[in-house]
């Protein structure tokens, strides 16, 4: 059973930076695909940004949202996907889960993903 718990949440002002993590436990790390999604209230969950590999090559997406600001990366060696966010906007603030899947691909929406963390809360004020 593949378990992600996330972290690095917090309060920070607009155009400040935060680094998310979420460290994957359970399952075969280098064999999964991996996503960042978010909920603001009010809202349904929207994909952030996708990852996957095939050996040592990482292919990556972003929702045009946050294109050029945020940026998905991995670190295999510490089974652990990272979510680094610039220029934060108020519109930023939500809930943000990271989620995995076994195979190679990128994966966009919810139903995709079989498995979800419990989420980090990041709050932008203006």
């Known amino acids: 059973q593949v378990q992600l718990v996330e972290s690095g949440g917090g309060l920070v002002q607009a155009g400040g930076s935060l680094r998310l993590s979420c460290a994957a436990s359970?399952?075969?790390?280098?064999?999964?695909?991996m996503g960042w999604f978010r909920q603001a209230p009010g809202k349904e969950r929207e994909f952030v940004a996708a990852i996957t590999w095939s050996g040592n090559t990482a292919s990556t997406n972003h929702a045009d949202s946050v294109k050029g600001r945020f940026t998905i990366s991995r670190d295999i060696a510490k089974n652990t996907v990272y979510l680094q966010m610039n220029s934060l906007k108020p519109e930023d603030t939500a809930v943000y889960h990271c989620?995995?899947?076994?195979?190679?691909?990128?994966?966009?929406?919810?139903?995709?993903?079989?498995?979800w963390g419990q989420g980090t809360q990041v709050t932008v004020s203006s």
């Open positions: 989620a995995a899947r076994s195979g190679y691909g990128m994966f966009t929406t919810e139903p995709l993903y079989d498995y």
């Open positions: 359970g399952g075969a790390f280098s064999k999964y695909a």
